[in-house]
């Protein structure tokens, strides 16, 4: 059994790390943006993070669905719920730059934008949450990715470049 946690900023290459690591060991994959964010009723409303109890719920039947797994996401408080499963744990610490450059770069992603345009609408807004990374104290900022890192006992790897996307 597989049972990995990748985390880090936005734009650090989680989600196509995720995708290589699905595509070699076989495993399920849980973005961790489905379960942490409240259906909006329109595109102009801004999102609302759903309650993390109801989160934990969706957390908990991926985990009860499937016994090897790749979880990905930025969530400190979800990520912490999922750690005593996890075997392995990844965190993708890129600089800032690399980070903006690739969330430039990202192709559309339809299970959280309704098209291209809605995505690249919300590009300025995600440079800017990007750039706050290590400002910030919240459950995103790097303050609670370190935290995580430290405590995980288990096999761990910090990749500070974007050679991860290839890595088994």
Known sequence: MTKIV????SGSGKST????LVKVHHIAHLD??????????????????MPI???????????TDNTSW??????SD???EVLPRADELIFLNLPMKLCVENAKARPWEPHKYES???????LDMLIDWIKEYENRTDTFSKQSHQALYDSFGGAKTMYTSNNHSEAP
């Not at 790390?17 to 290589?20: D, E, H, M, R, S």
């Not at 489905?34 to 993070?49: E, M």
């Not at 790749?70 to 969530?75: K, L, N, R």
Request: proline residues 6%; hydrophobic residues 40%; negative net charge.
């Open 6 to 9: 990748v985390f880090g900023n």
């Open 17 to 20: 790390l995720a995708k290589n």
């Open 32 to 49: 961790l943006d489905s379960v942490a964010w409240a259906p909006s009723n329109s595109i102009t409303s801004p999102p609302s993070r």
């Open 53 to 63: 109890s109801e989160s934990t719920v969706l957390i908990e039947r991926f985990l």
């Open 70 to 75: 790749v979880i990905e996401g930025c969530y």
């Open 78 to 80: 979800l990520l912490a």
């Open 116 to 122: 291209k345009q809605a995505q690249d609408a919300n």
